[in-house]
Each structure stands twice: as C-alpha cells, then as structure tokens.
C-alpha cells in the first residue's frame, strides 16, 4: 500500500514540474520575441522609421544618438551651419513596406542595419549605423545611433531666388545672407532626416522649374540643383518690350538712329526726313547669364525709305531697301516688383 501512495505523489510533481518548463519556456520565448521586437539593432531602427512613417519628426529625432547637434555633425562630417528649415513633419514623405533587409557587424562595436521602403512610392534602401549602449537587467540590450540619420541637401536654385517644397517657399539667402540679394545663383545647406525623399520645384512670375527629387542619406551630403527656366509670359514680356525699343529707334528720322542697332551711311546728300518701318523683330530667346538672362545676337529686318542726291552729278533718287541688323540683350533682370531691367548690347 505505501508504494501505491508514493507512486500517486509523484503525478502532481512531474505535473509542476511539467508547467513550470512550460513556464519558463514561454517566459524565454516572449523575453526573445520582445528583445527582437524592441531590443534589437533592427527593433531600434524600425522604431526609428515607423516614427518618421507617422510623421513624428520629434519622436524619431528624440532617440538617442538621432539629433543632428553641432557635435554629432561634425562626427559624421557634416557642415555644422546647415539650416534646420526643412526638419517639419508635414514634409515627410508618405512612408510604406518597411522592412529590414540585413543586420551585420561593422566596425568597432557597431551594427550596420539595411532597411528597404517606399518613400511616396520611390524604392528606397538605406543603411543606418548603430550600436549597443547597455542592457536593461542584463538581458535587453540599448541601442544608439553611432551615426546621426540626419543628412544633408545641399541646394542651388539656378536663375531664381527660391524653391518649394511640399507647398512651401523656401529662400536659401535666408539660410546663408553671404549672398547678395542681386544673386542670380543661390545655394544653402538644409538639414533632412534619411530615408526622406523630397521633391523640389520653383514657380513665379516668370520663371518654372522642373520638379527634382533629392534623398536624405544619413551622414551624408546630397546635392541638387533647382533649373529655373524662363516660361512663355517671361518671353512674351521681353518680346514686348525689345519691340517698344526697336519701334523708337524706327521713329528716329535719321540714318543712324541714336542707340539703337541699325543704321546706313550714305556718301550722297539726303532730301527730307528719312523713315524706317520695322520689317520683322528679333525673336527672343533667352539664355542664362553669368549674373543675368541674355539673348545672343539675333537677326532682324528693317526698312528704309530715304531721297538721295547725287553729289557727283546731282541726280535725285528715291530709295527703298530692307536693311538686315543684329541686336542683342546683355542683361534682363526680373525687379523685386516684377518688372524688367533690361540692357541692349551694343
């Protein structure tokens, strides 16, 4: 009977026995899914992303080793002068299929983490630097950015004096006043948090740009250029007023009206007042300067009505003749007002 009793003692024992490695198992399990989760090189990156998914610029930037501080810029040898104008979470990208690609060791104690998404459906891939800053009871490590996500885009308008961005109007004189307010060129450096991608364009008065994309790599320096280009109202305005020009110049009753790029000599004597009729105009075409828009030498006819006495015998005659010229525009400047400074060539 006592073995019997024994024998029965031991079920419940090895049933404990049975829950508690269930236990334990379960604990383990969880511990690795949250460490996964939350306590990795991969955990911490996304973390990162689904923040800047969620356009929560603040929140990605507040993770340790994220803020683009002087001293953390100048580690990842970046300018330390950038603007911050372009840190806005309304300007983030619309961010989607996040996934981490390959976690691997890299130099020191660091881990190099490939993450591919899609930026406003733009394929991205992009690798962010980390590494471990303690453990949480020993056994959930920390992470740190050993490298900012920041990076920079360093850009140029061309030929304008800013660029928009998200339905802003950005100046970069604004950035750096180094630059004259004349500037026909103006750059700046704009601190952006990787992987943004964002899409620069330019719109005025008389000027267009084509949109251009420029994508934020961490601790690095990307470079885009804004190519303003004059648009058909600008060209159409300056048509205007060359033909203006060249109408007063056609009003002078001379032979070689003052200022102006056509003119005859004749060696006989002129009778009366002699008259010009503008016959075709130049056709504008603008062209970047150095410091303005140009337009090459451009052809263009007039006509010529004059009454001539010879000196050599005295003959009268009445002469009628097209008289092809050149004429071209060394400056056309847009006014802050938006009217056209405009300078003929000789």
Same mark, same amino acid.
């Given at each position: 009977?006592?073995?019997?009793?024994?024998?029965?003692?031991?079920?419940?024992?090895?049933?404990?026995?049975?829950?508690?490695?269930?236990?334990?198992?379960?604990?383990?399990?969880?511990?690795?899914? =949250?460490?996964?989760?939350?306590?990795?090189? @991969?955990?911490?990156?996304?973390?990162?992303?689904?923040?800047?998914?969620?356009?929560?610029?603040?929140?990605?930037?507040?993770?340790?080793?994220?803020?683009?501080?002087?001293?953390?810029?100048?580690?990842?040898?970046?300018?330390?002068?950038?603007?911050?104008?372009?840190?806005?979470?309304?300007?983030?990208?619309?961010?989607?299929?996040?996934? =981490?690609?390959?976690?691997?060791?890299?130099?020191?104690?660091?881990?190099? =983490?490939?993450?591919?998404?899609?930026?406003?459906?733009?394929?991205?891939?992009?690798?962010?630097?980390?590494?471990?800053?303690?453990?949480?009871?020993?056994?959930?490590?920390?992470?740190?950015?050993?490298?900012?996500?920041?990076?920079?885009?360093?850009?140029?308008?061309?030929?304008?004096?800013?660029?928009?961005?998200?339905?802003?109007?950005?100046?970069?004189?604004?950035?750096?006043?180094?630059?004259?307010?004349?500037?026909?060129?103006?750059?700046?450096?704009?601190?952006?948090?990787?992987?943004?991608?964002?899409?620069?364009? +330019?719109?005025?008065?008389?000027?267009?740009?084509?949109?251009?994309?420029?994508?934020?790599?961490?601790?690095?320096?990307? @470079?885009?250029?804004?190519?303003?280009?004059?648009?058909?109202?600008?060209?159409?305005?300056?048509?205007?007023?060359?033909?203006?020009?060249?109408?007063?110049?056609?009003?002078?009753?001379?032979?070689?009206?003052?200022?102006?790029?056509?003119?005859?000599?004749?060696?006989?004597?002129?009778?009366?007042?002699?008259?010009?009729?503008?016959?075709?105009?130049?056709?504008?075409?603008?062209?970047?300067?150095?410091?303005?828009?140009?337009?090459?030498?451009?052809?263009?006819?007039? +006509?010529?009505?004059?009454?001539?006495?010879?000196?050599?015998?005295?003959?009268?005659?009445?002469?009628?003749?097209? @008289?092809?010229?050149?004429?071209?525009?060394?400056?056309?400047?847009?006014?802050?007002?938006?009217?056209?400074?405009?300078?003929?060539?000789?």
């Amino acid at each position: 009977m006592g073995g019997v009793g024994e024998r029965r003692g031991i079920g419940p024992v090895l049933l404990w026995s049975g829950l508690g490695v269930l236990l334990v198992a379960a604990f383990l399990s969880a511990l690795g899914a =949250v460490q996964r989760t939350f306590y990795s090189p @991969e955990g911490f990156v996304s973390a990162y992303l689904s923040s800047l998914a969620s356009h929560d610029l603040p929140g990605a930037l507040s993770m340790p080793g994220a803020a683009p501080t002087p001293a953390a810029l100048k580690r990842a040898g970046l300018p330390t002068g950038a603007s911050t104008e372009l840190l806005r979470s309304d300007l983030l990208p619309a961010m989607a299929d996040i996934r =981490v690609a390959s976690a691997v060791d890299a130099a020191g104690d660091r881990r190099s =983490v490939t993450v591919h998404l899609r930026a406003d459906g733009t394929p991205i891939s992009t690798t962010f630097e980390v590494r471990q800053t303690g453990a949480i009871l020993g056994l959930l490590p920390t992470w740190e950015f050993a490298t900012t996500p920041v990076g920079v885009a360093r850009i140029t308008v061309a030929h304008a004096q800013t660029f928009t961005v998200g339905g802003h109007t950005v100046y970069p004189r604004a950035a750096d006043r180094s630059q004259p307010a004349s500037a026909f060129t103006v750059a700046a450096d704009y601190l952006v948090p990787a992987p943004a991608v964002y899409e620069l364009g +330019h719109t005025s008065t008389y000027l267009k740009a084509a949109t251009v994309a420029v994508q934020a790599a961490p601790g690095r320096v990307a @470079e885009v250029t804004v190519d303003a280009q004059p648009d058909s109202a600008f060209t159409a305005a300056v048509q205007k007023e060359l033909n203006g020009f060249l109408d007063g110049c056609a009003r002078q009753q001379v032979l070689q009206p003052a200022g102006c790029p056509f003119g005859v000599v004749i060696d006989d004597r002129v009778q009366g007042a002699p008259t010009w009729t503008m016959l075709r105009y130049p056709v504008v075409r603008l062209v970047a300067g150095t410091t303005a828009w140009t337009m090459p030498q451009t052809p263009g006819t007039v +006509h010529l009505s004059v009454t001539v006495q010879s000196i050599f015998d005295g003959t009268v005659e009445h002469r009628e003749s097209d @008289e092809k010229f050149d004429v071209s525009l060394t400056s056309v400047v847009i006014r802050p007002d938006g009217s056209l400074d405009i300078v003929v060539g000789e």
